[in-house]
């Protein structure tokens, strides 16, 4: 199986072997999302997720910038068209939150690295919230300036942003504004490290690489079970794990790994 093409230009598909790079391509509005860029992207997350030869995923921005958030622009077309929010009455149905790409980045069993370019905004910094690992070029920057837009971290923000640092770093972050550099993210826990931006992509492609090349069967249940234990109990989160571990045990991987390890050889996983 192969994921073909965006069907927009503003997001670009690039395989490297067993990694999947997704580009958002609007380099002259920073990258901001557009309507058709949310389905699109959520379906390639989608898409990448379903797909046996996809292990890891980088996300990532053309240009100057990883992602300003929600195109602002189109939004201010539909308030002045009396609009609203691009909505003519009250919705009759509840938001899609199966098609957003913040609801299956949440879901993916697939690792995600952000390789964080420049400056990640609103939607963007919940998109860089919600990868596993971030890794920022020195330009990088995280801005939770939602409360000087009169709106708030709508796309997970409010609900990761505490768990990842604490309630009163989160509180001075979004109640004040504030955009972090590089080395602030660092200093916070919210970088896993900060790159020259020439090592940017280098670097990320690096550690997906040493992630692709682990038993991806067990990757993906340890970021199941990670994602699971964030509201589980402890004694649900061992319960679940030995029933996978059960699982793992009886594959052909599980069989590679014990001939690799007696033979004193990397192992070759493929899934199985």
């Known amino acids: 199986m192969t994921i073909g093409p965006a069907s927009t230009n503003d997001i670009l598909i690039e395989h490297r072997d067993r990694i999947l790079i997704v580009t958002l391509n609007r380099p002259d509005r920073l990258n901001a999302i557009s309507g058709p860029m949310l389905s699109e992207l959520a379906a390639k997350l989608k898409e990448a997720n379903r797909d046996p030869d996809v292990r890891v995923v980088i996300l990532t921005g053309a240009g100057k910038g990883f992602c300003s958030g929600l195109d ?10 009396g609009n609203g929010l691009g909505m003519t009455q009250r919705p009759a149905t509840l938001f899609d939150l199966d098609s957003s790409p913040i609801t299956v980045l949440w879901e993916m069993d697939k690792p995600v690295i952000a390789a964080v370019n420049g400056a990640a905004a609103g939607f963007g910094l919940d998109m860089a919230l919600l990868a596993d690992m971030r890794i920022l070029s020195e330009s990088a920057k995280l801005a939770a300036t939602m409360v000087k837009r009169n709106v708030v971290p709508e796309s997970g923000g409010t609900w990761l942003l505490p768990r990842l640092i604490g309630w009163g770093k989160a509180a001075e972050i979004f109640y004040r504004g504030l955009t972090l550099n590089a080395q602030e993210s660092l200093q916070l826990g919210l970088a896993n490290t900060v790159v020259a931006p020439d090592q940017l992509l280098p670097t990320a492609l690096q550690w997906a690489q040493e992630i692709a ?3 991806p069967l067990a990757v993906q249940t340890t970021k199941r079970m ?3 234990g964030q509201d589980g109990s402890f004694e649900s989160s061992v319960d679940h794990l030995m029933m996978h571990l059960r699982t793992l045990i009886g594959t052909e991987d599980f069989k590679e790994a014990l001939h690799a390890f007696n033979e004193k050889r990397p192992a070759k996983f493929t899934g199985r």
């Open 72 to 81: 602002l622009k189109d939004t201010q077309k539909h308030i002045e068209a």
């Open 213 to 215: 090349d682990n038993a």
């Open 226 to 228: 990670m994602r699971f």
